[in-house]
């Protein structure tokens, strides 16, 4: 956010906020005005903030349709992790950093922000930025994703245990195949991972 100040900023992190834990569901209209009043804010922020939602994915619009919450379905979500692991190959390929220099990954919370911090270190190992970026848009897309998937997934901290300890000695022959693998059990269980959460009333927070 820029210009538009304080209040800009505040708005756009209170809709991200609510879009990350679940808040609308997928297809759910977004009205400015009506969010605007939730908000105690006037419109202008709010529509600046849903067009920078937007431009992250996270938020839609056309012509004449307003905004409203994406509509995710097998075939998409199967894109998300495909690309997601896409990118974290190529930062894997491009890193240069020097061990020594590479800070200790600091993991809390659940295991959907856990992903999200260990695959943004991974991101921050390229020395192409724009990796750590896109890396940090697809951990907001796959949020709820991830929240989903404890309902369907078994041992998931065990097997973000073994990343963090691959991150931790800067092993990227090992973790090239623990990113494949990772996201590979995630496809296969796409449609169960959509199914519980589309059941779940809220998520939790992303941070």
Not at 53 to 58: H, I, P, R, W, Y
Not at 111 to 127: M, N
Not at 153 to 172: F, N, V
Request: hydrophobic letters at 40%; one cysteine or more; aromatic letters at 4%.
């Amino acid at each position: 956010m820029n210009a538009a100040g304080p209040t800009a900023e505040r708005i756009y992190e209170a809709l991200k906020a609510y879009v990350l834990r679940g808040i609308f569901r997928p297809g759910a209209r977004l009205d400015p005005a009506v969010l605007a009043d939730q908000l105690n804010s006037s419109v202008t922020p709010v529509r600046a903030g849903l067009n920078v939602l937007t431009g992250e994915g996270l938020v839609e619009t056309g012509t004449g349709e307003g905004f409203h919450i994406p509509l995710i379905d097998e075939p998409a979500l199967k894109d998300r992790y495909a690309w997601n692991a896409e990118i974290l190959a190529i930062a894997l390929r491009k890193a240069r950093t020097p061990p020594a220099a590479r800070r200790e990954v600091e993991e809390a919370g659940n295991s959907a922000v856990r992903a999200a911090t260990l695959f943004l270190e991974i991101g921050r190992w390229s020395p192409n930025h724009e990796h750590a970026r896109a890396i940090s848009l697809m951990n907001d897309r796959l949020h709820a994703a991830r929240i989903g998937e404890t309902g369907v997934l078994g041992d998931i901290d065990g097997e973000l245990d073994e990343i963090a300890d691959a991150i931790g000695r800067c092993d990227e022959t090992a973790l090239r195949p623990m990113i494949a693998r990772y996201h590979r059990r995630r496809s296969r269980s796409a449609a169960a991972i959509l199914r519980q959460l589309y059941r779940m009333d809220e998520l939790p927070p992303a941070e």
